[in-house]
């Protein structure tokens, strides 16, 4: 499962839990008019100055609008439908930015997913490994339960002598615990695999979601994205950046660009087609250009 799947299913998780907490009363029985009416209100009410950035993405792509309210108005009640959808369990793949929008209108902490990407791979790397407890096992301890620590086997060799029975775990021991482990281990991998195949067999299209390529079956349809055959390289590698000011002129030649507008610039981490207008080929992005819409913008 990626990392956007997880994101996906810890949001319409919460989303459930605070509505059985009766946390969100405008949001219990949602209709399309009803979520676009609360996005609006949450606006004026100052509560998404936070996540702007977010919802200019959604609302607001190529900055045709205004402003913000403008987008969502624009956006029209017909638009939040697919949210709907999601909400109610009546589509299990969403488009990202409906994962997203959902995220901010409940309040999902933390967002946005790349800050909630990041919080995942810190406490990953911060989990200590579990002390051992004065009750834990001893793997090599179980002669002493069994009242046969006085004797030994008949041929049994002295301790310590390399290459002996006495350096291998005995039966009784270290196979006995470690086997029903160890065919438990080759059972789930087998199930695991039979999973994945049979994901990838169903998986034979893709669309894009905003930030980068996702896998769908061909059959499914997804609004106002087209569904093409998979490239499983474009899934694996292909990423918009999404902290363009992360960049530098040693960036030059190793990320590609698309112009949304005259005065704007994406930057992508592979060449390729442009995901927003497949007639459009991305460019190598110059020193030129990360100066004029990176360096000089900060």
Known sequence: M???DLFQQEVINAYHEKKELHALSELGNPSPTRLMKYCLSLLYRGKLDEDKQTLNRI???FNKHQDLESGIKNFGADGFKSLQNFMMGRTSRPRE???KLLAVLIDFQPRPYEIWVRKKSDDSEETPEPPCE??????????KETGNSGQKEENEPEEGLPGTKADAPTENGWSKIKKPVFYGLIAFSGMLGAYQIADNFDRECMYW???RYVPIACDEKVEYTEVIPIDRKLVRNFRKIMQPDTLTLKSAGKVWYGKPSVDSVEFYTMKGVYPRDRQKTLKPATEYII???VLEKQ
């Open 209 to 211: 979601g905003g930030e």
């Open 2 to 4: 990626s990392d956007f």
């Open 291 to 293: 100066k004029k819409y």
């Open 59 to 61: 609302f607001n792509p």
């Open 134 to 143: 004065p009750g834990d096992i001893d793997l090599y301890t179980e002669e």
């Open 97 to 99: 930015e409906i994962v």
